[in-house]
């Protein structure tokens, strides 16, 4: 079966008046049909820009971007046009992501419009029946972003991304700026509408507990770098990479009887600015050697579909 995005190392470099900020270093994966690919680190780990470089928001420096096995890493016109319909994009804030000048049902009507999928009266029918999809009362179809609370606004947002029916919708952290009863409410209403039409999520987060609700597989970065990346399951069963057991030692366990070895990652995160060669982690893990600040770890298949990228993943787990 033919993956609905398809990455084959991938980079993403900003000019810097200090360098080469290596925002999104050699990554590779697919995403399949009707599937959620959670992609979870720091905050400045590259995720946000590794979904803006699927959108076609910013251009990849290197690697290839396959869209149901087309090749548009440089698409043509054409290509982003059908692009603009079969990518959608929710992102993080919405009250910035929403223009304060147009009522909430011109917003909803926007892109169907600016790609002339069909007339005003059609528009019209289309964007009730989004207001009702995201949970979104049809009084509020003359309102204006600002009077309106987060949850509606993201709702909004959701509702704009699906007008174009697209396949593929990146969500970059859609529920971190929400209170966490609202947070489930969205999280809720996106599993439903993966259920009933059959949508591909690319979900971005910092939020574990987030990811391991809504994904199906994770992807693990650090500094741009995959550091792992398996089944949602697996992770949380038997992470491999030191960075990712420790991101899962922090998340609090509600009970007073369970208690979990705590890792504290110490140590100076290193510049993604022209990177020192290496792994990026080797200054804050506390199994790095020599060989890991000479040379950067390839990806590679540790167990049956769990692939992580340290020189010494095998002796760290005890594995032969």
Known sequence: MTPIVQVEHLCKYFKTPRGQLHAVEDLSFAIQEKTTLGVVGESGCGKSTLGRVIMGLHESTAGTLLLEGQDVTRPTKAQKKAMRKDIQMIFQDPYSSLDPRMCVSDLIAEPM??????????RELRV????????????????????????RRQRIGIARALSVDPKFIVCDEPVSALDVSIQAQILNLLQDLQDQRGLTYMFITHNLSVVKHISHSILVMYLGCEVEMCDSKELFRQPLHPYTKGLLSAIPIPSIHVQREEIIMKGEVTSPINPKPGCRFASRCPYAK??????????????PGHYAA??????INGLT
Do not use: I, N, Q, W
Not at 290 to 303: I, T
């Open 128 to 151: 009730a029946e989004l207001m009702d999809t995201v949970g979104l009362s049809r009084r509020f179809a003359f309102s204006y972003p600002h009077e309106l609370d987060g949850g």
């Open 310 to 315: 340290c020189h010494y993943v095998r002796e």
């Open 290 to 303: 020599d060989k890991c600040r000479e040379s950067l770890p390839e990806v590679e298949e540790v167990l």
């Open 113 to 122: 419009k600016a790609l002339k999928l069909c007339d005003k009266d059609e």
